[in-house]
């Protein structure tokens, strides 16, 4: 039997970005924004809205779009309490308040049920995530944000190939974020994106990004800002990344697909909302019982099959648990949830190894 390792995630490079990172290094290149205009350009055209604006991570990104939404002390910020913890630190970083709502128990995701009774005279936006690489239901959450006057920010760290209605995660947000780490599915290294369909956000932000320089006067800074630049050799690797995105995507949809036919008895996968398709970034399932979970990522494991726990609730960390509501789906999920190998370099008989192991377990 096969007993080689299997990772949960690994980046899928050729000579496509060694040949972009060594292009890169040329003086005329590696001494001018190029680089980054060219994968802003291109990302931009494939979410199909907004400029792009490249930066170092997906939180900053994030950062930068609670700056451009004006958002600050006092104000109030719907979340879901099953996300990252970067989601609800950008609200904090501006000195605004996080609030927490619990998600749906079988998309794993926070909809105008959970965020309507949250919303206050205080309260600001919404931050919509795509769990998961699963699409958030941003249609009625965006619907729940007009009726109060508030803004919508997208969460698609997670999210890059995910469509809803058949459009690009994003379009329904006031601005979206995205992530280029390593365990996305394009990666940077580290890396990500902020788009708005705001020219005055854009502007904002770009100013933001560059301590605060305008792009028509050279050492001067308007207002405090920040070093959040993206680098050149990333922003190189991410076009060469982009190339591939829909290649990578149609790999991961059918590995998601392949672990939900087999495993369908045995676990209870993440499900799609109306009108929606996942891009698959991290398959992601429940175990039946609480109890089963950590014994069958360590019986995985000891088979060298690498997993991880899904997302704590927010709440549950030490800054956040003051005050916070309870969220008993969002409870139930994390104590039951874990994420399978997902990469799209994954052959099936990987796919199938794995499943078959989980299967072995549950006897």
Known sequence: MNTSPISIYEPVFDQDEIDAVVACMAPDRFNSNRPIEEFEQAFSARCGFGRAIAVGNGSVALHL???????????????????????????????????????????????AQQARPL????????????????????????????????????????????????????????????SFYKNKTITTGEGGVVLSRHADWHDRMVLLKGQGVPLDRRF?????????????????????????????????????????????D??????????????????????????????????????GIQTRPVFLPLQRFPMYAQGAMPTPNAEAISARGLSLPSWPGLDDAQIDRVSATIKEFFK
């Open 65 to 111: 779009a609670m700056l451009a939404a004006g958002l600050g002390p006092g104000d109030e910020v719907i979340v879901p309490a099953l996300t990252f913890v970067a989601t609800a630190n950008a609200v904090r970083y501006v000195g605004a308040t996080p609030v927490f709502a619990d998600v749906d128990p079988l998309t794993w995701q926070m909809g």
């Open 119 to 178: 919303i206050s005279k205080r309260t600001r936006a919404i931050v919509p995530v795509h769990l998961y690489g699963h699409a958030s239901p941003v249609t009625e959450l965006r619907r729940l944000a007009e009726e109060h006057n508030l803004l919508v920010i997208e969460d698609c760290a997670e999210a890059l190939g995910t469509t809803v209605d058949g459009e690009p995660a994003g379009l329904h947000a006031d601005a979206a974020v995205f």
């Open 220 to 264: 001067w800074h308007e207002v405090v800002g920040y070093n959040y630049r993206m680098t050149n050799l990333a922003a190189a690797v991410g076009t060469a990344q982009l190339n591939k995105l829909e290649r990578f995507v149609e790999r991961k949809r059918a590995i998601l697909q392949r672990y939900r036919a087999a495993l369908a």
């Open 266 to 303: 045995v676990l209870a996968f993440q499900e799609d909302i109306p009108g929606s398709q996942s891009s698959g970034w991290l398959v992601s399932a429940a175990v039946p019982q609480a109890s089963q979970r950590d014994p069958l990522m360590a019986f995985l494991g000891e088979r």
